[in-house]
Nanobody, 119 residues
Framework: QVQLVESGGGSVQPGGSLRLSCVASGFTFSFYEWNWYRQVPGKEREWVAS???????VYTESVKGRFTIIINGSDEQVHLQMNNLKSEDTAVYYC?????????????WGKGTPVTVDT
C-alpha cells in the first residue's frame, strides 16, 4: 500500500524553525523526484522545493536560503528544514513523490501537515 505520511508541523513564532518529515512506503523510493508543496485555504497549492534524482535541490524564490530539502534514502524519508520562518509561510505543507524511470507517470501525495507562524 502506497503511503506518504507527513509530520512535524505546528505553531512557531516568526524567526523560529520547524523540521517537517515525510515517511514513504509501498513504492521504490529511489525512482522518484521528491517535492514539498504548501497551500493556504482559498488559494492554489504552491510548489516550495524539489529534490531531483540527480541530486539537485531547487526552491521557490521566497524560501531560498531559509528552507532545505533533505533526502534520507536509507530510511525512505524526506525532510524540509525550515528556518527563519515568516508569517507568510503559514500553510498546510504536503509531501509529493513524482515517479521517474520505471515509475514514470506515478504521482503520490501525503495528507499534509499544518504550519502556523504567528506571534
Amino acid at each position: 500500500q502506497v503511503q506518504l505520511v507527513e509530520s512535524g508541523g505546528g505553531s512557531v513564532q516568526p524567526g523560529g524553525s520547524l523540521r517537517l518529515s515525510c515517511v514513504a512506503s509501498g513504492f521504490t523510493f529511489s525512482f522518484y523526484e521528491w517535492n514539498w508543496y504548501r497551500q493556504v485555504p482559498g488559494k492554489e497549492r504552491e510548489w516550495v522545493a524539489s529534490f531531483w534524482r540527480g541530486g539537485t535541490a531547487v526552491y521557490t524564490e521566497s524560501v531560498k536560503g531559509r528552507f532545505t530539502i533533505i533526502i534520507n534514502g536509507s530510511d525512505e524519508q524526506v525532510h524540509l528544514q525550515m528556518n527563519n520562518l515568516k508569517s507568510e509561510d503559514t500553510a498546510v505543507y504536503y509531501c509529493n513523490a513524482r515517479g521517474e524511470g520505471f515509475d514514470y507517470g506515478k504521482n503520490y501525495w501525503g495528507k499534509g501537515t499544518p504550519v502556523t507562524v504567528d506571534t
